[in-house]
RNA sequence: UGCGGGGUGGAGCAGCGGCAGCUCGUUGGGCUCAUAACCCAAAGGUCCUAGGUUCGAAUCCUAGCCCCGCUACCA
């Protein structure tokens, strides 16, 4: 395996709040295998930011009658809050209407250009004459050709289901001010697909450790055939086009956003003043990158992006992409318009991070689509995360703190079951680590938590409460093990539940940190201010191995970790949900 | 239309050629250190349907039904 790790985050789009959707899809994965790749001593970059360019933003800015910068200042403004309450330990979270990603960008649109990768050509699209400008597809509405349904969407039929072209729309209308548009021709950059179809295919040959609807889907997209595709559209909201006679055009947001992964690590090096250290990440043979998005987004990161890494040269492919299915909400698509959906701002008002990342993780679509429901996430808390591990760790140290005068006792002799038990923790750590360094984080959250259960059964055995009349030493014995174990829980769980994990290393009475530390920080780019978060590991204290409790050491007063949560939550949140909450 | 994923005990999932497994729930028992938590045991399954391959299929093949997503100008 190699030193080196640069684990890239999608870029969420700056209209909105975060909602449950972006977590568990894209944002928690990448986060629970930062944290353990730092664990394991690796050399750990994460980094994404907020996609702030693009049409939406610039029609929502309209529609507000305020400018784009609004919009994207307040909705990054509001993620980077949610980033560090749940605890995403990004290394840089930036967004794309910076200087460095502005010169990153068009330093590879012109290299792809120098390189004949991307061609100059024309196309007609709908133009609306009082709104002035272009119209995506999906921005123009009209009667569809094949169903006469008068209510077409430009992109696709939404009563036949078809897809469309805009063009093919009878009695076409602008979406905004309903005025007839006209076909224009305009002229746009095209990036030649077709070029990379032969490497992109050798490339996805050798991918075993990939999942297999990943895999399928990339290489369904090869063998039908790539295309060139635009890259560039007519608004003014984005990265301005590095030619002349082209300035009023933007770089599409998707080829934009995707270098953000390389902008950003940049932007990261010369923050830690270490301007060459990005080429650690991009360049050596000794670094894996991972990607992590929804399913929606395979098509940019196995197809796209890998093209335009291929066509600048000397920078690394990815090494996994593992993308995730979707998330619904009680049964239904999360959708932002329709307001269905559970925003991180508003349940962090409400909920600790950890037991929303329990409940996320162990319902992640790893290989297919699941579900949120609010019975489900009480039950998963109360049943499992309180049950299990916070009610096994508060009777261990309440035990110890009271009956052994607030320290590690000092044991006896191990016998064979104290030994099975520390054993067993040990393989924990081969286990949990073996499944989270396969992406599998479902199978390693029930690994870890089966090792809960383990140190649960030790104790109704050993039963310390019992021997603690007749023979104390055997107490003590049992006690320490079993403080050992929760030592190594707390390890385990790490990456899936940092805050709790600190907070169990403090009751054991270590000192220092083992999840680092994040903030938000105001950077300044030639006098021009953005807002991003950090992280800094670098005074970490964890490891990921068995616990080495020293004896004697003193244990600070235990609190429960986690809350059993009310039957009445559920009812309240569905109620609020209804009722169009949240926002 | 094409493509991808999925249909397994009450719920959610794993297994993908060799006695059908996990978490939760249910029932019975144990324990009483602990957040009525913990531990043990039991009940509960036509593995979507119909054919086929095989000594043997939930697992492979064929046909069909149903659900979800994508289909390149939303990101």
């Given at each position: 395996m190699s030193d080196k790790v640069l684990v890239c985050v999608a870029w969420p789009y700056a209209d909105g709040p975060l909602h449950l959707g972006h977590i568990t899809g894209a944002m928690l994965p990448p986060d629970i295998l930062a944290r353990y790749m730092r664990l394991l001593g690796k050399d750990v970059v994460m980094v994404s930011g907020s996609d702030t360019h693009g049409t939406p933003i610039t029609v929502r800015a309209e529609l507000e009658g305020v400018k784009p910068i609004e919009i994207v200042e307040r909705y990054h403004n509001n993620m980077l809050d949610s980033l560090v309450g749940l605890g995403l330990a990004y290394d840089l979270y930036t967004h794309t209407n910076t200087e460095n990603h502005k010169a990153v960008t068009q330093d590879m649109f012109l290299t792809l250009l120098d390189k004949g990768y991307i061609f100059l050509d024309s196309m007609t699209q709908f133009y609306c004459d009082h709104c002035q400008r272009y119209l995506a597809d999906r921005f123009v509405e009209g009667t569809c050709p094949h169903c006469d349904y008068d209510n077409a969407r430009g992109d696709q039929?939404?009563?036949?289901g078809r897809p469309l072209d805009a063009l093919e729309l009878k009695l076409p209308r602008c979406r905004f001010c309903g005025a007839t548009p006209h076909p224009q021709e305009t002229e746009h950059y095209f990036l030649d697909l077709t070029k990379f179809s032969e490497p992109l295919h050798e490339w996805l040959k050798d991918k075993p450790h990939w999942r297999s609807n990943v895999l399928n889907f990339a290489r369904g997209l090869l063998e039908s055939g790539l295309r060139p595709r635009a890259i560039?559209?007519?608004?003014?909201?984005?990265?301005?086009?590095?030619v002349e006679g082209f300035e009023h055009k933007v770089i599409y947001v998707w080829f934009d956003a995707v270098i953000g992964y390389l902008s950003a690590t940049i932007e990261w090096a010369q923050l830690q003043g270490?301007?060459?250290?990005w080429r650690d990440f991009w360049?050596?043979?000794?670094c894996q990158s991972y990607y992590f998005m929804g399913k929606d987004n395979i098509w940019f990161h196995t197809i796209i992006w890998p093209a335009m890494l291929l066509g600048y040269g000397d920078l690394n492919l990815p090494y996994d992409v593992p993308a995730n299915e979707n998330l619904n909400l009680e049964g239904r698509t999360f959708s932002k318009s329709r307001n269905w959906a559970i925003f991180v701002p508003d349940l962090l008002e409400r909920y600790d991070p950890d037991p929303v990342r329990y409940v996320l993780t162990a319902t992640m679509p790893e290989a297919q689509d699941s579900d949120f429901t609010w019975r489900d996430f009480v039950r998963r808390n109360n049943d499992e995360l309180v049950a299990t591990y916070g009610n096994l760790v508060h009777r261990v140290l309440t035990f110890a703190y009271r009956r052994f005068d607030g320290q590690v006792p000092q044991p006896g002799r191990l016998e064979a079951a104290d030994h099975q038990l520390l054993d067993a923790m040990t393989r924990a750590f081969v286990d949990v680590g073996r499944e989270i360094g396969a992406c599998h984080f479902r199978a390693g959250l029930s690994a870890a938590m089966a090792a809960a259960a383990e140190v649960n059964r030790y104790l109704d055995v050993a039963a310390p409460w019992k021997t603690i009349k007749s023979n104390p030493q055997a107490a003590a014995t049992s006690i320490y093990v079993a403080l050992r174990a929760i030592d190594s829980l707390k390890t385990l769980f790490l990456p899936f539940l940092p805050k709790s994990s600190q907070a169990l290393h403090e009751m054991l009475g270590y000192k220092g940190t083992i999840i680092g530390r994040q903030w938000i920080e105001e950077i300044s780019e030639d006098g021009v201010k953005h807002r991003v978060v950090r992280y800094d590991g670098s005074k970490n204290v964890g490891e990921w191995a068995p616990s080495h409790l020293p004896v004697g050491q003193k244990l600070r007063d235990p609190k429960p970790l986690f809350v059993k949560l009310e039957d009445e939550v559920i009812e309240q949140e569905v109620a609020r949900l209804k009722g169009g909450g949240g926002h």
């Open positions: 039929c939404d009563h036949c560039t559209r007519d608004i003014d909201w984005g990265v301005p086009v590095p270490k301007e060459e250290r360049q050596s043979e000794d």
